[in-house]
């Protein structure tokens, strides 16, 4: 089955550090997509990225980057000269095919980032 | 009102009460997800609507109840439920397969 670990659980860094959450995931199929999410407190799941199985290219996004490495299965993301607004749950997953043809998104347990002023 | 929708955003209820979470979407998605997030589980799929038909998750108790009446419109019928089941109810949907699902703000329930 598929699975998705962020080792981190909790980092807390001061505003302006660069900072990488880690995600590694398993799966036998060939054709995947992973994602990152992220959750403020006020608990709405915000989208961040889907990266498909083909694509290793890393992306970057205003202070937001991404380093994809099928051959050590990760998907890390890093945040870069962080602020207090980047204070959140982050989440990263993967999608799994489920029944009747739909999919299922498997999430990692979610790492907690604190940043602070 | 744009993204996905769900009320009531807090509820409080007995075991003996019958409730129901509503969730809509102003995406045009065809898929439609109901999650539950607890403190001590990571996020778990509860149920998959897909084009309106249910994908049946056979590991949810039957205390849950979910009804898609549209491609629009998801609920979620509770009814005797019990303390651990008080979590947070995420709705999402998305637009075909392996696309990325856009989430609700959520429903906190809380069990007594």
């Known amino acids: 089955a598929q699975k998705v670990t962020q080792a981190q659980t909790e980092i807390s860094v001061v505003e302006k550090e660069d900072v990488t959450l880690d995600c590694v995931y398993e799966?036998?199929?060939?054709?995947?997509?992973l994602f990152w999410y992220k959750q403020p407190p006020s608990g709405e799941l915000v989208f961040l990225i889907r990266?498909?199985?083909?694509?290793?290219q890393n992306e970057i996004s205003g202070r937001y980057s991404w380093n994809f490495q099928k051959s050590t299965s990760s998907f890390n993301f890093t945040i870069t000269a962080s602020q207090v607004v980047d204070s959140a749950v982050y989440f990263c997953?993967?999608?799994?095919?489920?029944?009747?043809?739909?999919?299922?998104?498997?999430f990692g347990k979610g790492m907690k980032l604190t940043v602070n002023p | 009102e744009t993204g996905v929708t769900q009320t009531p955003r807090h509820l409080v209820m007995g075991m003996t009460n019958k409730k129901s979470l509503k969730c809509e979407q102003h995406?045009?998605?065809?898929?439609m997800y109901w999650y539950k997030q607890s403190a001590k589980k990571p996020l778990e799929l509860m149920f998959v609507?897909?084009?309106?038909?249910?994908?049946e998750n056979n590991s949810v108790p039957s205390r849950f109840s979910p009804e898609c009446p549209n491609s629009s419109h998801l609920f979620l019928h509770l009814h005797t439920l019990q303390p651990e089941d008080s979590a947070l109810y995420l709705c999402?949907?998305?637009?075909?397969?392996?696309?990325?699902?856009?989430f609700g703000p959520g429903t906190r329930l809380t069990v007594l």
């Open positions: 609507y897909s084009l309106e038909e249910r994908v």
């Open positions: 799966t036998r199929d060939t054709t995947y997509y």
């Open positions: 999402a949907s998305s637009q075909a397969r392996y696309n990325e699902q856009f």
């Open positions: 995406l045009g998605h065809n898929a």
């Open positions: 990266r498909n199985s083909f694509d290793e």
């Open positions: 997953a993967l999608s799994e095919e489920f029944q009747g043809g739909s999919e299922k998104l498997v």
